[in-house]
């Protein structure tokens, strides 16, 4: 009996032979199929449309054989189909928007070919939780895809893709934002605790202005009386956030030009890609403590400078060099979590690219410390007014608060004060019994 009159037969397997010819046309007879596995063959030549009238195929395994062509739009007719594999391929034209419509697709491989065009959305994406799709675009071919898990560039390496993700800007704006409201609530509520005394330790006495700045860094050139020194504040500050920014465009899972590391591969003996990424919680927690450790003096100043910016009279330069430092540092710290997640594929490479981004955030000392090689004498005159105003501020606050405080004295009864009025003498119990016993 000959192969394709076998109307009962559901599960066909012939894959890691060296089958050679056309893929017969033949296959589409056979009403009962469910599975059809014809990978690591030889087969070559173009996929014939007859084969989709075995419409209650649910698997199909076409991958890792040398066939040509499109794929063409009867693939729709398998309503059935869960798995649909046809990568390693030499498979050319657009991916046929039909696949789209299939509800029951779980597993979709078209990676390592040579398709191009717009990729359909899928409806089963919706649906299934498990949905893979795995295509080349992340290739020199132009193919664009919405819905793909994995992006591949066309030499079985392959990373993540995220249809959904935010571009980064969009985080560390909402970073930029959040991050002041969070310590905004932790100084109310410290200051309510401290007021009402629960926890002594927090009676502390207020820092003055020359211990909340960084005299190492051209941050502090804000508070100097030069506009010199104002522009090498800016250009500094521009440089950074110019270098942090590059970084996140590099690491954005949205930008078709990102480095992302190809943490996967996909190889053309199996149906499974491999995940070569090396990471752990060791690695992680090394990174947030190195970058907590770097970055905490810069996040400690900016809270200061911004909450002794409030004290009367208000001061705009404390809060203006205060919110940029904050910026500062936020943009730091997502600049290089955002380029871990994107490229480091061990532990030791979170340490190395912290390392290297952390610097970046270290150039606005390096160039205090050339402007000061450079120019002493100017740098030394920049350093006296920075300490003559930042004092001339702390003498302001405490006239003020000793103001305050002697008003408050003049309103408040004191208790010591003797108000004028007759005090009744001390109750003498013998001498109101000689009086009485007298009179008697």
């Keep these: 009996m000959r192969l394709f009159d076998s109307y009962q037969l559901k599960h066909l397997d012939l894959s890691e032979n060296s089958f050679s010819g056309d893929l017969p046309r033949e296959i589409g007879t056979l009403q009962s199929l469910r599975e059809l596995h014809l990978n ?225 591969i996909c190889i053309p003996e199996s149906v499974e890609c491999i995940n070569q990424e090396n990471l752990g919680w060791s690695g992680w927690l090394l990174f947030f403590v190195l970058t907590f450790l770097y970055l905490g003096t810069d996040i400690v100043n900016a809270l200061l400078q911004i909450r002794k910016s409030m004290a009367k009279p208000f001061d705009l330069r404390l809060l203006t060099n205060g919110c940029l430092l904050m910026g500062l540092t936020v943009i730091s710290l997502t600049s290089s979590y955002a380029f871990n997640v994107a490229t480091a594929g061990t532990n030791i490479d979170l340490i190395v690219n912290a390392v290297v981004l952390l610097f970046i955030n270290d150039l606005d000392e390096q160039t205090l410390a050339v402007i000061d090689k450079m120019f002493p004498t100017w740098n030394e005159n920049r350093v006296e007014e920075i300490k003559d105003y930042l004092t001339r501020r702390q003498e302001t606050i405490d006239e003020r608060e000793s103001l305050r405080k002697s008003v408050l004295a003049q309103k408040s009864p004191r208790r010591d004060l003797v108000v004028d009025r007759e005090i009744p003498a001390p109750f003498d119990a013998e001498s109101i019994y000689v009086g009485t016993t007298d009179s008697t």
């Design 40 to 264: 690591q063959n030889l087969l070559l030549g173009k996929i014939p449309s007859g084969m989709f009238d075995a419409t209650k195929i649910e698997v199909l395994a076409l991958y890792s054989n040398t066939l040509t062509g499109s794929i063409p739009t009867e693939v729709g007719y398998l309503v059935n189909a869960t798995n649909i594999l046809m990568d390693h391929n030499i498979l050319k034209s657009t991916i046929p928007s039909e696949l789209g419509t299939l509800e029951n697709l779980m597993l979709l491989h078209l990676h390592n070919s040579k398709l191009t065009g717009t990729a359909p959305s899928f409806v089963s994406k919706k649906m299934i939780e498990n949905f893979e799709f795995i295509t080349d675009c992340n290739s020199a071919l132009d193919l664009t895809c919405q819905d793909c898990t994995l992006c591949c560039d066309g030499d079985d390496n392959c990373r993540k893709f995220d249809s959904g993700a935010q571009p980064l800007y969009v985080n560390t704006t909402i970073a930029l934002i959040i991050t002041p409201i969070i310590f905004a609530i932790f100084f109310v509520i410290a200051h309510y605790v401290r007021t009402r005394g629960y926890l002594p330790f927090l009676n502390y006495k207020p820092r003055p202005p020359l211990s909340i700045y960084n005299e190492e860094s051209v941050y502090c050139y804000l508070f100097s009386e030069s506009p010199i020194a104002w522009c090498i504040h800016g250009l500094i500050f521009t440089v950074q956030v110019t270098l942090f920014f590059s970084f996140q465009w590099a690491s954005d899972p949205t930008n078709s030009g990102s480095i992302i590391s190809s943490s996967f």
